[in-house]
């Protein structure tokens, strides 16, 4: 079992930025794929950013450039370093891990990009 917890969000103006955590608890961190989605209100939840077990990285095309996943071991803790928001960034932020069938959400956090 694992345990997820997502801080960081916020209320930021356009062009701003933000740092996601999502610390980890209750297994070995370094089995899992993990990521970030977010869900926009009236929109399905989407992939936002993506890392392996082996260190490589995806994003979605509307984020490229913008955001940056890493991830601490140590830490147990996986980041997502937002710049340049817009507001069409607003959503719930989600991190995800996974492994095989078993994948564990957080319970989400609020970014909400306005002037």
Same mark, same amino acid.
């Given at each position: 079992?694992?345990?997820?917890?997502?801080? @960081? @969000?916020? !209320?930021?103006?356009?062009? @701003?930025?933000? &740092?996601?955590?999502? *610390? *980890?608890?209750?297994? +070995?961190?370094?089995?899992?794929?993990?990521? =970030?989605?977010?869900? %926009?209100?009236?929109?399905? &939840?989407?992939?936002? %950013? %993506?890392?392996?077990?082996? @260190?490589?990285?995806?994003? %979605? +095309?509307?984020?490229? $450039?913008?955001?940056?996943? #890493?991830? +601490? /071991? *140590?830490?147990? /803790?996986?980041?997502?370093?937002?710049?340049? !928001?817009?507001?069409? +960034? /607003? *959503?719930?932020?989600?991190?995800?891990? =996974?492994?095989?069938?078993?994948?564990? =959400? $957080?319970?989400? /956090?609020?970014?909400?990009? #306005? #002037?």
């Amino acid at each position: 079992q694992v345990q997820l917890v997502e801080s @960081g @969000g916020g !209320l930021v103006q356009p062009g @701003g930025s933000l &740092r996601l955590s999502c *610390a *980890a608890s209750g297994s +070995d961190f370094s089995i899992y794929s993990m990521g =970030w989605y977010r869900q %926009a209100p009236g929109k399905q &939840r989407e992939l936002v %950013a %993506a890392i392996t077990t082996g @260190g490589s990285t995806n994003y %979605a +095309d509307s984020v490229k $450039g913008r955001f940056t996943l #890493s991830r +601490d /071991t *140590a830490k147990n /803790t996986m980041y997502l370093q937002m710049n340049s !928001l817009k507001p069409e +960034d /607003t *959503a719930v932020y989600y991190c995800k891990f =996974w492994f095989g069938l078993l994948s564990y =959400w $957080g319970q989400g /956090t609020q970014v909400t990009v #306005s #002037s």
